[in-house]
């Protein structure tokens, strides 16, 4: 009976044992950082923290790269203050822990820097006071255009117009570009590059074409008189003739007034008006022909029709309508208007 109490009282005091938790068995963790390394910028904050531990003590080992702004009990705030290392510690309990902090300057995001002008081909259009009365601006034509770069923070040191036609632009010193004057109506057009160089030396270009706006309308007025007196089955011949009666038949006589659009515009004109008209009223329709420059040659045109050559005068001082005359020329005669008026056998080619 002793025996069996016995081996009772031992397998009651192993249940105990085993259901009483042993520290030895289940050990607490370990204290760890949660960074042991870390890169930062200056101005930027980071959290460390001592995973597994009580109340910490913090300690920075260069203030001026990095310093400690809060602090609560296992955890710390810190921030970088310029570029730099520092080494962050943590005692708790006698022991340290370290974490190594490296601070780098900010990194600014560059600005592109890609300067363009706002355009790459302007065309402007120029109307003289001497048509203002008679014709108008097209509303979508430009008269004047101001250039400006962006893409870069670079200011420009100097505009600048070059090329064959920069006499007839001006530009100002902040790019605004203006006409002086528009082309003749033989040129049609003028070309120049707008030149801006920045203050690092870049330099950005663009072409500015201009036109004169009388050219336009004249050229309206041409077509119109082809649409209503010209027909495909005409000779160059007839065509010339047909010119030259429109110019007697719609004009009246003015002396002084030698503009051939002008002849057209306000409907008078002199002689020199009238054989300059007549020049471009045949070139319009692929007629060769050159208004005879020598001063005596009062209202002639030279015109190539059909392989030969023809005197056309208009102009006569008389109330339209005008009369006007045609001969054909040929040898001693010929040459001697083309020596006389300084014209070229390869005009008429």
């Known amino acids: 009976m002793k025996k069996r109490g016995y081996c009772l009282f031992i397998c009651m005091v192993l249940l105990v044992t085993i259901l009483i938790p042993m520290e030895n068995v289940q050990a607490k963790a370990k204290p760890k950082l949660s960074i042991k390394n870390k890169t930062m910028y200056v101005g930027k904050t980071a959290t460390l923290i ?22 609560k009990k296992n955890k710390v705030t810190i921030k970088a203050k310029k570029a730099g290392k520092a080494t962050i510690t943590a005692t708790y309990k006698k022991k340290t822990y370290k974490c190594r902090i490296t601070v780098k300057k900010k990194t600014e995001k560059t600005e592109q820097d890609n300067p363009v002008l706002n355009a790459t081909d302007v065309s402007l ?53 203006t006409m002086l004057w528009g082309p003749s109506y033989s040129d049609w057009s003028q070309t120049a590059t707008v030149k801006a160089t920045l203050e690092d030396g870049r330099v950005l270009t663009a072409k500015v074409t201009c036109y004169a706006e009388s050219n336009f309308y004249m050229n309206t007025l041409l077509e119109k008189f082809e649409s209503q007196y010209i027909t495909t089955g005409m000779t160059d011949k ?112």
């Open 125 to 177: 259009y120029y109307l003289g006071d001497t048509y203002k009365n008679y014709i108008q601006y097209e509303p979508s034509h430009l008269r004047e255009f101001r250039f400006r770069v962006s893409g870069t923070k670079k200011e420009v040191r100097t505009w600048k117009l070059e090329g064959e036609g920069k006499d007839f632009f001006k530009i100002t010193d902040y790019g605004l570009v």
């Open 50 to 71: 001592l995973k597994n531990a009580g109340k910490v003590k913090w300690k920075t080992s260069k203030k001026s790269v990095v310093t400690i702004t809060k602090k």
């Open 238 to 349: 007839e065509k010339a003739e047909k010119a030259a009666w429109y110019i007697g038949y719609t004009t009246d006589y003015q002396s002084g007034q030698n503009d051939w659009m002008l002849l057209f515009f306000q409907g008078k004109g002199d002689c020199l008006a009238s054989r300059t008209a007549l020049e471009y009223m045949c070139r319009h329709m692929g007629i060769k022909a050159r208004a005879c420059g020598e001063f005596d040659y009062h209202g002639q045109t030279l015109i190539k029709a059909e392989g030969k050559f023809y005197i056309i005068t208009t102009g006569y001082n008389e109330p339209k309508p005008r009369s006007y005359s045609i001969t054909e020329v040929s040898g001693a005669v010929l040459e001697k208007i083309m020596e006389e008026n300084h014209l070229k056998m390869w005009m008429f080619e």
